[in-house]
């Protein structure tokens, strides 16, 4: 049985409150959890830049950085200029405003939709549906941003998006319904997402969302929809935003281990979930500023796409609703039916048989060519996906950033004449500050050649955003988590349990801060001032100079057009570079040499620490799990080894109170062990054709072969 010991300390003037819990595990799990809650009875204040001088709290269990007579902290002297680094080539004046690139639907002419149905209608068999037919899918879990492979069933944004796009034009498609369920994505991406929902709503086709279980996040999805249905059971619940961390300090002093880091930079807070017991104030600080900046998109996003003022969406956080029947009432949701219920609806909507609904799944529908809608032309830019952590080397259970994968990618493209301009998408926290250096050094050459244009997904920070400043312009989504330029590395000293392994070598390198300042137009006291490892939102890093404009993939489309000198009113061909790699052990999360061990690891300790079985394997996850576990300190803590890391901050979890991110956590039954996608229940109506079963892979197969004959 758990018990719990709560701490809150109430802090009106920042409008957060700050909530320490210690869970009665057994002695060797036990860590207290500190949240910063954003409290939607406080409106959300205006970042003021002042507050990057606050200092860090001092501790007995930080390590500071050591600063040089007369220096900033990094050995360099006050007031130093660098050299720029010669700018990418680019047909973009100085001074000259940027493309907008803002997704704006063009109602097709009778005789452009006569002529498509005509190239429809002698598609090849796997391309045609029936007309009149209601788009479906399942929005949850995970969603990548790079491409699926033909046998990955899972979602991605640039398949979800490029098909949202082709049904807004389609005209067989005439209409839009999904499922939302529990998402385990951050809120880069969902923005991205919203952006071609809005696309499509504004072809006149109608738009029907349908959620069993959901929070904040899901809700923000479902709001984009014209029309919004529950069951009578639903559960949806608001109640506000927060972010919060795991301090395994105690632990690891219970068992011996002393960890040492060295971080450069006051916000540099990589570590600190192995350094502390608590939250530092420079990281409570700039996660409120983080949680400010979800609030108040959150809040405006809502209020416009629901009719109401963002006065009334306070009021509904504030009041916690729970009862479905209430949201329905308040016109939040459009109104509670069943599964069944909105499958007949759509059986109307459609024409089709009375057992029947015209549906066409997203699987088959990613087959169509977007070239009958016109979404393609002569002139080809290439969307270079990269997405992970920033590695040595892959270690095949999951998406990572490598150089020896990403460089030859980047000279191939610099080569190939057919390629007019690059937009390299960065969904990264950072990682190894070798690999990042050698990848930006490449990024710049291929800069030289051909404009590059960065987008942001969910986080390019740290080492992430040292691959970005290498571009000849960066765009970022307003909740994109960016900055973090700083630097961390060390080691574990092992003392309590073998031999002292020898002091920490002292490395401080400055390369990150002055390429930065460069790359960006700043001297170093400029880019000390912003730096110091601190994470920024894009709306933020904007007003910073960080980056050059707010948007998501279709902006950097633009500008990239614009910096190659093509008319915006072109059509080119976008090519989509980046593939997920799927692996069996990416099934288990952390591969198996972790997660697959830790039933019989908690089984041990429950026979001999006299828990329960359930108590050992929840302590044993929370420490492994997660970019604030073990997991996440890990890679880091290598001797000499020095990160351009982010690892303390969740990105998928941040702003999230409600927890119903259940495809990332043990709660979710068999989906994460099984690959199921069905965590919110409920029958295969959004996944599945008429009659097609859960195979189709052999078909998909023979498909690709005549596809590339013809």
Not at 138 to 143: N, P, V
Not at 151 to 169: I, T
Not at 203 to 212: D, E, F, L
Request: proline letters at 4%; one cysteine or more.
């Amino acid at each position: 049985m758990r018990l719990h010991a709560s701490i809150l300390a109430n802090q009106a003037a920042a409008g957060i409150r700050q909530s320490c819990s210690v869970q009665a595990l057994p002695p060797v799990f036990r860590t207290v959890r500190c949240s910063g809650l954003r409290s939607p009875t406080n409106p959300a204040q205006q970042f003021d830049s002042r507050r990057s001088g606050v200092s860090m709290r001092s501790s007995s269990t930080d390590t500071q950085t050591e600063k040089e007579p007369g220096s900033n902290g990094s050995g360099m002297a006050r007031n130093t200029v660098l050299a720029p680094l010669t700018p990418g080539k680019s047909a973009i004046a100085a001074g000259e405003a940027l493309a907008e690139g803002a997704l704006t639907f063009v109602p097709p002419t009778g005789g452009e939709n006569s002529w498509r149905s005509f190239r429809l209608a002698f598609a090849l068999p796997w391309r045609r549906f029936s007309g009149d037919s209601v788009l479906v899918f399942k929005l949850e879990g995970d969603i990548s941003d790079l491409t699926r492979g033909r046998f990955d069933k899972g979602l991605s944004v640039p398949q979800l998006c490029a098909a949202l796009q082709k049904a807004a034009l389609d005209p067989r498609v005439k209409g839009l319904c999904v499922e939302i369920g529990p998402l385990a994505v951050g809120w880069g991406k969902l923005q991205e997402i919203r952006r071609y929902l809005a696309y499509f709503r504004a072809s006149g086709k109608y738009t029907i969302a349908y959620m069993k279980l959901g929070g904040e996040k899901e809700y923000y999805m479902a709001s984009a929809f014209e029309e919004i249905y529950c069951p009578p059971s639903a559960s949806v619940s608001m109640r506000g935003f927060a972010v919060s961390g795991t301090f395994l300090r105690g632990v690891l002093d219970k068992i011996g281990v002393e960890p040492q880091v060295k971080r450069i930079g006051v916000f540099k807070s990589a570590g600190d979930q192995l350094l502390r017991r608590d939250m530092s104030e420079a990281q409570r600080e700039q996660l409120t500023a983080l949680l400010d900046g979800i609030y108040r998109e959150w809040v405006g996003a809502v209020a416009a796409a629901r009719g109401k003022t963002q006065s009334e969406v306070e009021t509904m956080l504030n009041k916690g609703i729970f009862d479905v029947a209430e949201l329905v009432a308040g016109g939040w949701l459009t109104g509670l039916k069943y599964e069944d219920e909105v499958i007949d609806d759509l059986k109307v909507r459609t024409g089709g048989k009375d057992d029947q609904v015209r549906k066409v799944t997203l699987q088959r529908y990613q087959k169509v060519s977007p070239s009958v809608f016109g979404l393609t032309g002569k002139k080809k830019v290439v969307v270079l996906r990269t997405s992970g952590a920033i590695v040595g080397k892959a270690s095949g259970t999951g998406s990572s950033i490598v150089p020896d994968d990403l460089i030859p990618q980047l000279r191939t493209l610099a080569k190939d004449k057919n390629v007019a301009a690059i937009v390299l998408r960065v969904d990264s926290p950072g990682g190894d500050a070798l690999a990042s250096d050698l990848m930006w050094r490449e990024i710049r050459k291929l800069a030289a050649e051909k404009p590059v244009i960065c987008s942001m997904a969910d986080v390019a920070a740290s080492g992430g955003y040292y691959m970005a400043m290498a571009c000849t312009k960066i765009v970022a989504e307003s909740l994109t988590i960016t900055g973090s330029i700083g630097v961390v590395t060390g080691k574990f000293n092992l003392a309590g349990i073998f031999e002292k392994i020898g002091p920490l070598r002292k490395q401080l390198p400055d390369s990150f801060r002055n390429k930065a300042a460069a790359s960006r137009g700043m001297n170093i006291e400029q880019m000390q001032a912003i730096a110091q490892g601190r994470i920024w939102t894009g709306t933020d890093a904007l007003a910073r100079g960080l980056i050059d404009a707010v948007g998501g993939v279709s902006r950097a489309v633009a500008i990239a057009k614009q910096a190659a000198g093509i008319p915006q009113e072109e059509s080119v061909t976008i090519v989509e570079m980046g593939r997920a790699k799927r692996s069996p052990l990416a099934l288990l999360g952390l591969g198996a040499s972790v997660s697959a061990s830790l039933p019989l690891l908690a089984l041990l300790v429950s026979s001999t620490q006299g828990v329960p079985l359930s108590t050992a394997m929840q302590g044993l996850s929370s420490l492994v799990s997660g970019s604030n576990g073990l997991a996440g300190a890990l890679p880091m803590l290598q001797p000499g080894q020095i990160s351009y890391s982010l690892e303390d901050v969740d990105v998928v979890g941040l702003g999230s109170v409600n927890g119903t991110n259940a495809a990332t956590s043990w709660s979710a039954g068999g989906d994460l062990l099984g690959g199921s996608s069905s965590s919110s229940g409920g029958g295969r109506f959004f996944v599945e054709e008429e009659g097609e079963g859960s195979g189709g892979g052999v078909g998909s197969m023979w498909e690709s072969v005549v596809e590339r004959l013809l």
